[in-house]
C-alpha cells in the first residue's frame, strides 16, 4: 500500500525557518514526482513545490519561490521542504502527494498532511 | 496561470438523487483534468483523471466529462458517504498546478 508520512510541522514565528518531511513507502520512491500542496484553514488547495523522481528538477509556486526548498534523499525515501522567511500566509496543513510519473503530471496519492501555524 | 472556477459553491442533494458539479478554466487545458474528493478532516483523494477516466476504486456512479474549458462530475445516485468538498485541478499547464475553489456537496 502506498503511504506518505508527513512531520515536522509546528508553531514558528514570522520570519523563522522550519522544514517538513515526508516519509513514503509502498512503492518505489525514486522514480515518481512528489509535491507539496498546502490548504489554509478553511479554504481551497494551493500547489507549493514539486520534484522529479531524480531530483534534478524542481518546481515552485511564485508565493514561495525564494524562500521555500524542496529536496529528496531516494536512499530513505524522504522528500523535504525547508521553509524561510515564512509569513502568516504560510499558515496551512501542508499535503505530501505522489505524482503519477517520473516528472510532475497529476497527483495520486495524498499523505494526511502535517500542520504550520505561523503566529506571533 | 490558468484560473480554475468552479460552480455552484455549495450543492444540496437528497440521497440517491443526482448531483452535477460544474468546472471551468481560463484558457483550455485540453482533458488534462482531474478531480477530488476531499471529506471533513481527511486528505483529498483521487476520483477521476484526464477529465472522464475513473481512478482505481473508484465507483461507477461518480463520472466526468468535458475538454477544453468546460467540464463537469457527475454523481448519479449520492450515497451517504458521497458528501464531501469537490475540487477539480488542471496539469496541463504547470507551473503551477491550479485548483478550482472546491464545490461542497451537502445533505439537502
Known amino acids: 500500500e502506498v503511504q506518505l508520512v508527513e512531520s515536522g510541522g509546528g508553531l514558528v514565528q514570522p520570519g523563522g525557518s522550519l522544514r517538513l518531511s515526508c516519509s513514503a513507502s509502498?512503492?518505489?520512491?525514486?522514480?515518481?514526482?512528489i509535491h507539496w500542496v498546502r490548504q489554509a484553514p478553511g479554504k481551497g488547495l494551493e500547489y507549493v513545490s514539486a520534484?522529479?523522481?531524480?531530483?534534478?528538477?524542481?518546481y515552485y509556486a511564485d508565493s514561495v519561490k525564494g524562500r521555500f526548498t524542496i529536496s529528496r534523499d531516494n536512499s530513505k525515501n524522504t522528500l523535504y521542504l525547508q521553509m524561510s522567511s515564512l509569513r502568516s500566509d504560510d499558515t496551512a496543513l501542508y499535503y505530501c502527494?505522489?505524482?503519477?510519473?517520473?516528472?510532475?503530471?497529476?497527483?495520486?496519492?495524498w499523505g494526511k498532511g502535517t500542520t504550520v501555524t505561523v503566529s506571533s | 496561470e490558468i484560473v480554475m472556477t468552479q460552480s455552484p459553491a455549495t450543492l444540496s442533494v437528497s440521497p440517491g438523487e443526482r448531483a452535477t458539479l460544474s468546472c471551468r478554466a481560463s484558457q483550455s487545458v485540453g482533458n488534462n483534468l482531474a478531480w477530488y474528493q476531499q471529506k471533513p478532516g481527511q486528505a483529498p483523494r483521487l476520483l477521476i483523471y484526464g477529465a472522464s477516466t475513473r481512478a482505481t476504486g473508484i465507483p461507477a456512479r461518480f463520472s466526468g466529462s468535458g475538454s477544453g474549458t468546460e467540464f463537469t462530475l457527475t454523481i448519479s445516485s449520492l450515497q451517504s458517504e458521497d458528501f464531501a468538498v469537490f475540487f477539480c485541478?488542471?496539469?496541463?499547464?504547470?507551473?503551477?498546478?491550479?485548483f478550482g475553489q472546491g464545490t461542497k456537496v451537502e445533505i439537502k
Open positions: 509502498g512503492f518505489t520512491f525514486s522514480t515518481y514526482a
Open positions: 502527494v505522489k505524482d503519477i510519473g517520473s516528472y510532475p503530471y497529476y497527483m495520486d496519492v
Open positions: 520534484i522529479s523522481g531524480t531530483g534534478g528538477s524542481t
Open positions: 485541478q488542471q496539469y496541463d499547464n504547470w507551473p503551477p498546478w491550479t
